[in-house]
């Protein structure tokens, strides 16, 4: 567990994740579509009626079962990748708006494959950065708070502090009975 934090992340299973990505994406897009220009046209075509509802039965429950399995893949690419959270939340957004799946698949794919390219070159993300400031090495043992009280000037041993409480009884201006 301790080796999770003190290697560096690199690039290691971008591709693989990019794969599923791509996968899942034309997936949940086709179904999106499916169910927008196919399904709800003839639901509302044959006033909610059993045959005109059988697509948006069948395809609506595949789509959001594809769509939790496709959120995980772009969570997986996302924290691999080195995405900002707005990149992400395109990526997200895709599944829900019909046909952006397309367009988003294929930005995504660009940025990733130019990403690969560079390798170990790559800029780090701010989610490399996050975890570069969890990844320092921790010192050992507690470094303890040394304080130390410098006494105030003029008070000594036998002498009374400059600003100290008045004596009860005693009268402003004259010297008291331990100054004398």
């Known amino acids: 567990m301790s080796g999770l934090f003190t290697r560096s992340r690199g690039l290691g299973g971008t591709a693989?994740?990019?794969?599923?990505?791509?996968?899942?994406?034309l997936i949940v897009g086709t179904g999106l579509a499916i169910l927008c220009f196919i399904g709800i046209p003839l639901q509302l075509a044959g006033d909610n009626k059993w045959p005109w509802t059988a697509v948006v039965?069948?395809?609506g429950p595949i789509h959001g079962i594809f769509y939790i399995v496709y959120l995980l893949?772009?969570?997986d690419l996302?924290?691999?990748?080195?995405f900002r959270t707005s990149q992400l939340l395109g990526m997200v957004c895709s599944g829900l708006?019909?046909?952006?799946?397309?367009?988003?698949?294929?930005?995504v794919t660009q940025r990733v494959s130019a990403q690969l390219a560079l390798g170990a070159d790559a800029?780090?993300?701010?989610?490399?950065?996050?975890?570069?400031?969890?990844?320092?090495?921790?010192?050992?043992?507690r470094q303890e708070l040394k304080l130390e009280i410098e006494p105030e000037p003029g008070v000594g041993p036998g002498q009374p502090p400059l600003h100290s409480q008045p004596e009860p009884g005693a009268v402003?201006?004259?010297p008291s009975a331990t100054q004398l």
């Open 16 to 25: 693989g994740a990019l794969a599923r990505y791509r996968v899942m994406a």
């Open 57 to 59: 039965q069948i395809v």
């Open 73 to 75: 893949t772009c969570l």
């Open 78 to 82: 996302a924290a691999r990748a080195r």
């Open 97 to 107: 708006v019909p046909l952006l799946a397309f367009y988003m698949e294929r930005k």
């Open 123 to 141: 800029p780090p993300g701010p989610a490399a950065t996050v975890w570069a400031a969890l990844a320092r090495p921790r010192r050992e043992g």
């Open 172 to 174: 402003p201006g004259e």
